[in-house]
Structure formats: C-alpha cells, structure tokens
C-alpha cells in the first residue's frame, strides 16, 4: 500500500514537499511514479524515477520547479515542490509499477497507487 502525505495550501511562488511511503513491502525493483489531477481533468504524470536505479523523468511543465527523490533508509519518495503556480493546483497521486521507460507516463502502466494529497496554490 502506498500513502501519499504532505498536502496542503501554498501560496504562488512557495514551496511544499509530498512524500509516498509504502506500509508493505520495500518498493525493491519497481518505479515510483508521481500523477496529478486538477478539477475537471485527466489524471497526469508529473515524475517518477527507479527505485534502484538512475533513471528520473519529469512532465515538461514542472522541469526545473520540482524535484523527485527517494530515501532509502526510509523507504520513501519525496517530490520537493519549489515556485509553485497557481496551475500546480491538484490532488497529488504517488503511483508504484514496472513500466518500461517509455510508458512511464501512462496512467494505466502503474499497478498500485496511494489515495492522494491535495495541493491548493493561491495566486
């Protein structure tokens, strides 16, 4: 089971850091994956990266902004949320799986997914 935290209300230009943490077992050779699903719209990738390797990929739109990374002692992934945008605004979703890279930003490639943390940016 995957639990996403870390929500909340940030102003434009302000920061908040969502984590995902798992209660079963270690995400071990699986991809951790970021989606997002503003009101009224698709459900989107944001990021994800390997658990056990190098690989990070983000949606063009947060590139520079936000910043995927894991805790190994943890068991956690994080997703550091900087100069936030009023369109940045969504429930967050952490989503877990083994797609191949470039499926990664599919929704239907990920198997298991948290219950979500809403992230509200005031303009």
């Known amino acids: 089971q995957l639990q996403a935290s870390g929500g909340g209300l940030a102003q434009a230009g302000g920061s908040l850091r969502l984590s995902c943490a798992t209660s079963g077992r270690p995400f071990g050779d699986y991809k951790v994956a970021w989606f997002r699903q503003a009101p009224g719209k698709e459900r989107e990738f944001v990021a994800a990266?390997?658990?056990?390797?190098?690989?990070?990929l983000y949606t063009d739109s947060v590139k520079g902004r936000f910043t995927i990374s894991r805790d190994y002692a943890k068991i956690t992934v994080y997703l550091q949320m900087n100069s936030l945008k009023y369109e940045d605004t969504a429930v967050y979703y952490c989503?877990?799986?083994?797609?191949?890279?470039?499926?990664?930003?599919?929704?239907?490639?990920?198997?298991?997914w948290g219950q979500g943390t809403l992230v509200t940016v005031s303009s």
């Open positions: 989503a877990a799986g083994r797609p191949i890279f470039s499926r990664w930003t599919e929704r239907d490639s990920w198997n298991y």
């Open positions: 990266l390997t658990w056990l390797g190098g690989s990070i």
